[in-house]
């Protein structure tokens, strides 16, 4: 019976199924209910519609334990698919994104782009600076300069930077800036070096000869004091021309001397001034205002350092008698009856420094008669226009020309005037 009633439901099942619209119960094609074919399927153990009915294969599946676990393993297996799917598509997406990255770029070199400034007379407040192709690093050593000057280097932009002086540019001078190169040198934002160490020259203007009588008068190795009209706004300014004015000293000076004097113009009291300031700073007493001197001069003003000696003047008037008078900051110290050159041989008229001083010297020419002389031990000599000089001397007599050109008078009285009569004193045959 058992059997018996389930052909009926496996037969409906296959009508519904495999062939619908045929009657419960009817086989096709000859098929026999119960235990034969039906629609060419078996039921009760039997194939039915193509599958296994009571434990065997029906509609393409499986039935009853036998369907659970079939739908396990095809959900297994399409996981399996779908996981191995997935991870090829992963794969195929982390492959493209690296072979699509970009790396990088390297970092842009490093270069110096201009210095300025360059080239001869530049003027001496001119600013300083280097300009790079990129971004300098924060603490990247900076250019130098040489000679040295006083001040450092600032950050202006990324990629330029400025000397910031606070000391003057020296007239006559040539600075050279260089910017380190190599692995110890300047170093961009980036990492990068320059390939080589790069130069640059400038030479700063000689400077003028107002300043240079500005700077000397107000250190005191001029007659004439310098007034600004207003203090100089920077160090690095002290070269350059002030505005101002200028005054003699003391009142009542030589006419002889202070018709000398023009602003702004070389003048033998310019020149007197400068060889007396080289001879207090050990320089060579030349009368020239070049790169030592103003180095020398600009630094004595910052320093506040004067003249340490009084100024000095002397006036040889060949009047007879003829007598030279020594002024002391203005102030007439001494006189002496002197002798000048006889008229074969005169003492040159005009004014000049003192070049040359010896407490004793041999001194050597020719006399007026054409003969040969060859004096040893002259005292106190300071020459002062070539064989020219103011010495010691002893004569019968003084105060009319006898000599071979130089200015003889007493030696006593030489023994006075030699210490008034520092190198750059200035003196006046007339």
């Known amino acids: 019976m058992s059997a018996a009633r389930h052909a009926p439901i496996k037969a409906s099942k296959k009508a519904v199924s495999g062939a619908p619209g045929r009657p419960s119960g009817a086989g096709a094609h000859g098929g026999n209910s119960g235990s034969g074919r039906s629609s060419g399927g078996r039921s009760s153990g039997g194939r039915s519609s193509g599958g296994l009915a009571s434990g065997g294969l029906a509609s393409g599946g499986l039935a009853s334990g036998g369907r659970s676990r079939g739908k396990w393993i095809i959900g297994v297996v399409v996981l399996v698919v779908a996981v191995a799917a997935g991870g090829l598509v992963v794969a195929t997406r982390n492959k493209n994104s690296t072979a699509s990255a970009t790396p990088p770029p390297p970092p ?3 270069t110096v782009t201009s210095t300025t400034p360059t080239g001869t007379s530049v003027a001496g407040g001119s600013t300083i600076a280097v300009q790079f192709s990129t971004a300098l690093a924060p603490g990247s050593p900076m250019p130098t300069l040489s000679p040295a000057v006083a001040g450092s280097w600032s950050i202006l932009s990324p990629s330029l930077v400025q000397y ?9 001078v040539t600075e050279t800036i260089t910017v380190p190169g190599g692995t110890a040198g300047v170093v961009g934002s980036r990492g990068q070096h320059l390939a080589a160490s790069v130069t640059s020259a400038f030479t700063v203007a000689q400077g003028s000869e107002l300043r240079l009588q500005q700077l000397l008068a107000e250190l005191g190795y001029l007659p004439l004091s310098f007034t600004p009209a207003a203090p100089v706004t920077s160090p690095a300014q002290e070269g350059n021309d002030q505005v101002g004015t200028f005054a003699w000293r003391w009142a009542n000076q030589p006419t002889s001397l202070t018709s000398l004097w ?60 003829e007598t030279a008078t020594v002024y002391q900051n203005g102030a007439e110290t001494y006189e002496t009856p002197v002798n000048t050159g006889s008229a ?35 005292p106190w000599v300071s020459y002062f226009n070539g064989g020219d000089a103011l010495h ?34 200035l003196v006046t045959v007339a």
Request: with cysteine; aromatic share 8%.
């Open 262 to 321: 023009t602003p702004g113009t070389d003048n033998v009291i310019t020149r007197g001034a400068v060889m007396n300031f080289e001879s207090q700073h050990n320089l060579t007493t030349d009368g020239l205002a070049g790169p030592k001197v103003w180095t020398a001069l600009l630094a004595a003003t910052a320093a506040g350092q004067g003249n340490a000696l009084p100024y000095g003047y002397v006036l040889v008037s060949e009047s007879l008698p």
């Open 108 to 110: 842009p070199p490093l």
């Open 392 to 425: 010691g001397y002893v004569r019968a007599a003084y105060g009319f020309p006898q000599s071979d050109g130089c200015v003889e008078m007493p030696i006593a009285n030489a023994a006075i005037v030699f210490p008034q009569t520092p190198l750059g004193t």
């Open 164 to 172: 910031s002086a606070t000391g003057p540019l020296i007239p006559g």
């Open 344 to 378: 074969s041989v005169p003492t040159a008229q005009g004014t000049f420094p003192v070049y040359e001083r010896f407490t004793s010297t041999t001194m050597s020419g020719t006399n007026p008669d054409g003969s040969k002389y060859v004096d040893p031990g002259i």
